[in-house]
């Protein structure tokens, strides 16, 4: 089963010109485009394992974009669907917090706690030794 989380792509607009003018400067001088880049400050990945640099290892989930209510400019009003599968673990930030979840059998979608995650990833390092 597929659970959904809705977050909204709060100044979409202002993210996507920053990529527009990364490309451009990128493709003159390889690198130097991404001084002036910054990702989203929202996204969804779903937890692999431990990694040692960044704590868990990842992969993001690419989102689906709504724009049916977003303003003129596109600042507000987007909203990104982020589609998951049941079994997983799933880190999600948004704009306001950062938290772990799981999707049941039923596709409802319940928060778990660090702990969980920590003691579920030691478990899949152990396996793998």
Same mark, same amino acid.
């Given at each position: 089963m597929k659970g959904v989380i809705c977050i909204e792509a709060k100044?979409?607009?202002? /993210?996507q010109k920053l990529?527009?003018? !990364?490309?451009?400067?990128?493709?003159g001088a390889p690198g130097l485009g991404d001084i002036f880049y910054w =990702? =989203?400050?929202y996204w969804v990945a779903r937890i692999t394992g431990a990694d040692p640099k #960044?704590?868990?290892a990842r992969k993001f989930i690419k989102g689906k974009k709504d724009y049916r !209510?977003?303003?003129? /400019?596109?600042?507000?009003?987007?909203?990104? #669907?982020?589609?998951?599968?049941?079994?997983f673990i799933?880190? /999600?930030k948004d704009f306001s917090r950062r938290y772990f979840c799981t999707v049941d059998d039923d596709g409802n979608i319940s928060i778990i706690t660090r702990e969980e995650v920590d003691t579920w990833? !030691?478990?899949?390092?152990e396996s793998v030794s």
């Open positions: 100044w979409d607009n202002t /993210v990529r527009f003018w !990364k490309n451009i400067i990128n493709s =990702p =989203p400050d #960044y704590h868990y !209510k977003a303003n003129s /400019v596109g600042s507000r009003g987007i909203f990104m #669907y982020y589609f998951l599968d049941s079994g799933y880190e /999600v990833a !030691k478990s899949i390092l």
